[in-house]
């Protein structure tokens, strides 16, 4: 493990969020300079779109290190005070997305077994326009009606609080678009619902892979 560290701890720190729509927080920069390459070099392979879970993927070297201090009790604290609520004791759930499909990224909500998502975004050279990337909205009406957007360059991040009008989505876009999402949850019972439901999903997208499920 590199004792330097992956997260750039004070450059979260030092990024201003921001309560409207809903409290949110957004970076570039939140990962060293020099630890991209070993990242991009151990980013597990996954051959489908969608998000899936650990269990599903070998994870080691500086991906793996990326993931333990995306988890840690040290970024649950900063996270709490950017977004305004304790999620020092939330579970957190982790999913990991190579590949995006057209049907990906329609606006939503998250449900209420989410009290905040963050995403880190693992992608060299983006330089489509606005396709692909996430934006925070006023409504669920529109792309058009946002406050942020967020391109998923290498070291971007997005973290937002769930609230009834956290709307999000992010532009089509159909290939490779690296991202780590992690939840954190209401309870360890939503993580066991939510792993046995991504276990399931999986199974049907194993059966069909270029089906959509649900």
């Known amino acids: 493990m590199d004792s330097r560290g992956i997260i750039d701890f004070d450059a979260v720190r030092g990024t201003t969020g921001s309560p409207d729509p809903y409290p949110h927080l957004f970076t570039t920069n939140m990962l060293r300079q020099d630890a991209r390459a070993d990242l991009a070099r151990d ?38 005070e950017k977004l305004g609520l304790d999620l020092t004791a939330n579970p957190r759930l982790i999913t990991v997305r190579k590949w995006s499909a057209a049907k ?15 995403l880190i975004y693992l992608n060299d050279d983006w330089t489509r326009n606005g396709e692909g990337s996430f934006r925070v909205l006023k409504s669920s009406e529109s792309f058009d009606d946002f406050v942020c957007e967020v391109p998923p360059t290498t070291g971007a991040m997005i973290a937002f609080r769930r609230t009834e009008n956290s709307w999000h989505g992010h532009l089509p876009f159909v290939g490779e678009r690296r991202v780590v999402q ?23 997208k194993k059966l069909n892979p270029f089906g959509h499920v649900g």
């Open 43 to 80: 980013f597990p392979e996954i051959k489908r779109p969608g998000f899936f879970p650990l269990s599903e993927m070998n994870v080691d070297g500086a991906f793996k290190q990326l993931l333990d201090e995306f988890t840690s009790d040290e970024f649950a604290v900063l996270m709490s």
């Open 182 to 204: 992690m939840a954190y949850l209401r309870s360890q019972a939503d993580l066991d619902r939510k792993q046995k439901r991504g276990r399931t999903s999986l199974f049907l």
């Open 104 to 118: 990906d990224g329609r606006i939503h909500n998250d449900s209420e077994s989410k009290i905040a998502s963050a």
